[in-house]
Structure formats: structure tokens, C-alpha cells
């Protein structure tokens, strides 16, 4: 199954980071309100249906955008990637 990752940066590590300073004491926990506040990149990972170990970038920091494009990997349909 083929599920969509944050590939976090370092200035999204560090605002962690600070946040983590106020409770040095406690595990550094993110809540799911947090996650989807990230605007990091996204990346699929997982196994698809074929039995393929799949681990690439998606181009993307959209979840609705990366969730389409895991479906069409899923199919096996090719995945045209924006031009930069």
C-alpha cells in the first residue's frame, strides 16, 4: 500500500525544535493538526500492487494533488511530474 510522507526541512525541524524547548522534559509529540499544517514536500512510499518497493518524490506539497498522483502510480499509469 502507498502512502504520502512529509519529507520535513530544516527550517521545519527547527520551528520544532523551539517548540520543544518549552517541556525539554517531554517526548517531542505533533498532533495531527500540527502535520497538516506543515507545508513540507510530499513523497510516496510503500509497496504497490505489482510487489515494487516504491520510494520518490512527488513534487508536490498538496495532499489532494499527491493523492491522485499515488492513485495513478497505483494503476500503473505514468506520472507526468511540473516543469519547473
Known amino acids: ?3 504520502a ?3 520535513h526541512t530544516l527550517k521545519c ?4 525544535e523551539r517548540k520543544h524547548e ?3 522534559n517531554e517526548p517531542l509529540k505533533l498532533s495531527p493538526k500540527e502535520l497538516k499544517k506543515c507545508s513540507c514536500p ?9 510487489g515494487r518497493f516504491v520510494r520518490e518524490s512527488l ?9 491522485s498522483r499515488i492513485q ?3 494503476l500503473g ?3 507526468s511530474k511540473p516543469l519547473r
Not at 510530499?42 to 505489482?50: A, S
Not at 513534487?59 to 493523492?67: F, G, H, K, S, V
Open 22 to 24: 518549552k517541556n525539554p
Open 72 to 74: 495513478k502510480l497505483e
Open 59 to 67: 513534487d508536490t506539497c498538496d495532499l489532494t494533488t499527491a493523492a
Open 1 to 3: 500500500m502507498l502512502q
Open 77 to 79: 499509469e505514468p506520472v
Open 42 to 50: 510530499l513523497r510516496v512510499v510503500g509497496v504497490d500492487l505489482r
Open 13 to 16: 525541524n527547527r520551528d520544532k
Open 5 to 7: 510522507q512529509r519529507r
